[in-house]
């Protein structure tokens, strides 16, 4: 135990004498004046007396000097004298003032030099039953046991951004999943994910290089200590250990020297015991919560389901669960799918995507799969060109927000009624599986009607290649002059105009003008090769 710890459990100033804070303290005495008093080495002197006449506390000083005392503390927390202050630095001896009453805060130091393990074991103690208590919000449960520890207590994410509480002055090394200790008396405990060895919180006391100014402050939260005793003299003694730095087998401190060795002792020991009691507690409720989102995530994912299979009538049962989920069946859907290449929480990460959305003005209903995410967004009436665009523009946003997932993005067309959800949604999938490999579009793929016909090609092996290449060219069959017929004609004849004039029976002007036609209407380049190849396949499959 040192001069410095003295400040965690006790409200105590520092009056002078800072620089030799850091003295081994073997036992508390307390006596009115030291004259007569018999100290032993290591000592911290409690003076009873109020009496703080410079020549007097100057002889004070002089005394418990010379017999080795640990320090002086005397009532009040009035500035010293500066003679005094010089004459305490110049001895390196400790004067502290006291806030309360000089013998009851004797008596807390006293149980403290004496056996720390049981003011330890009475805050872990203290801990349990406020943490026990039914809190299971994450702000809830720091307060309480920043109360505890009488200090503000710091939660940091997994990438050591500050979730609640002030800012941390030293160094967390948050992919090391053991507690640590920190420059200046801080206290690092990871909160572990399920798997038992990632952190996914840490619990923070933040030191500073001076521990004993920043904590003086601070009151003792534990009670139960007698604040009465018929004596003058207290005496406890605690024989003097050649270390008394605590020492953890599994722990690894963060930054380990030499102001750590000496202000790692019993009370910062108490501040990582209470933590690690908090981090416990945490990791009780998120795991709690997490069985919760579970049990919703497989809610939602049945759900949806069974409106793919009910297609465009979902029956009255089915409609009233879609609606107590929040979900719309009618109106035009844009599906959205969002997948993920590599090995990831879906579940967890669920709030992250609906954040990254949200914050992109993209209000969307997200169900969770295996390798990604489902979303929709439900429009009372057609989304035009505009519209949609502005949407493909605030999803592609909304990815870039969750760059570190590596995510792919497909982005579907509107479809109308229940049954739209299960069109729109199965469009967005074949999107996005393309998307993961179009490193050129930054992994995103919008299924417009401008984009579509350079996507049938990839499409011919998947359910909604036929009902895509219908779409496409439902344009041209409500136009005059049997553009399909004319489309297919000419690109059979390898977008020859004149051997398609001459299979139809017209002229090769007629051709040409219905060829420019079709390009305006569909939005395409027909002299592009692709998109011939891609326009003959959906030609071929309108005629089955």
């Keep these: 135990m040192i001069i410095a710890d003295l400040f965690v459990r006790a409200p105590l100033v520092a009056l002078a ?64 004298l500066r003679s005094t202050v010089l004459l305490a630095d110049r001895l390196e001896m400790p004067v502290l003032g006291c806030r309360e009453d000089p013998l009851e805060t004797a008596m807390k130091l006293a149980v403290l030099v004496a056996s720390p393990e049981v003011d330890v074991a009475r805050r872990v103690l203290a801990a349990h039953r406020v943490l026990d208590a039914g809190a299971t919000a994450l702000a809830e449960m720091r307060d309480r046991t920043s109360a505890v520890l009488g200090t503000e207590v710091t939660v940091l994410a997994r990438d050591g951004t500050v979730l609640l509480g002030p800012a941390i002055p030293a160094r967390v090394r948050t992919t090391v999943p053991v507690r640590q200790r920190l420059t200046g008396g801080g206290v690092a405990v990871p909160v572990l994910a399920p798997d038992g060895r990632t952190p996914e919180l840490w619990l923070v006391t933040g030191g500073t290089t001076d521990e004993a100014a920043t904590r003086a402050a601070r009151s003792d939260p534990a009670k139960g200590i007698s604040t009465t005793h018929p004596a003058k003299d207290i005496t406890v003694t605690r024989p003097a250990k050649d270390d008394t730095t605590p020492r953890v087998a599994k722990d690894i401190s963060a930054t380990r020297t030499a102001e750590n060795d000496a202000t790692g002792s019993a009370a910062v020991a108490g501040d990582e015991e209470v933590l690690a009691v908090a981090a416990a507690a945490v990791q009780r409720s998120l795991a709690l919560r997490r069985v919760d989102v579970e049990r919703d995530a497989r809610r939602r994912s049945g759900l949806l389901g069974e409106l793919l299979q009910a297609g465009d009538d979902p029956g009255p049962s089915l409609r009233r669960r879609a609606a107590e989920a929040g979900w719309r069946l009618d109106g035009w859907h844009t599906g959205i799918r969002i997948g993920v290449s590599r090995s990831v929480d879906v579940v967890a990460l669920s709030t992250d995507v609906v954040s990254a959305l949200a914050a992109e003005g993209v209000a969307a209903v997200v169900v969770a799969e295996d390798d990604g995410w489902m979303a929709w967004v439900t429009n009372d009436t057609e989304p035009g060109p505009g519209p949609v665009n502005r949407l493909a523009a605030r999803v592609r946003q909304a990815q870039r927000r969750l760059a570190d997932l590596d995510l792919h993005v497909g982005m579907a067309r509107p479809h109308l009624g229940p049954g739209g959800i299960a069109r729109t949604l199965s469009e ?58 004319t489309l297919t004609v000419y690109l059979d004849a390898e977008s020859s105009l004149i051997e398609a004039a001459a299979v139809l029976g017209v002229h090769r002007n007629t051709i040409a003008r219905r060829i420019a036609k079709i390009g305006q209407l569909l939005g395409v380049d027909l002299t592009d090769p692709d998109t011939r190849l891609a326009l003959h396949l959906a030609c071929r499959v309108a005629r089955i």
């Design 428 to 485: 967005a999938r074949d999107a996005a599986r393309l998307a993961g490999s179009r490193v050129e579009t930054g992994r995103f793929l919008h299924v417009d009607r401008l984009g579509l016909a350079q996507l049938l090609l990839a499409w011919t092996r998947t359910d909604t290649f036929v009902p895509a290449a219908k779409s496409l060219l439902a344009t041209l069959d409500s136009e005059p002059g049997d553009l399909i017929r």
């Design 17 to 80: 004498g800072e620089i030799a804070t850091e003295r081994q303290v073997t036992g508390v005495r307390v006596a009115a004046r030291t004259a007569g008093a018999t100290l032993s080495p290591g000592e911290l002197l409690v003076l009873l007396d109020p009496d703080r006449t410079a020549w007097r506390l100057d002889a004070e000083l002089s005394r418990a000097a010379e017999a080795g005392a640990a320090g002086l503390l005397v009532p009040g927390t009035e500035p010293l």
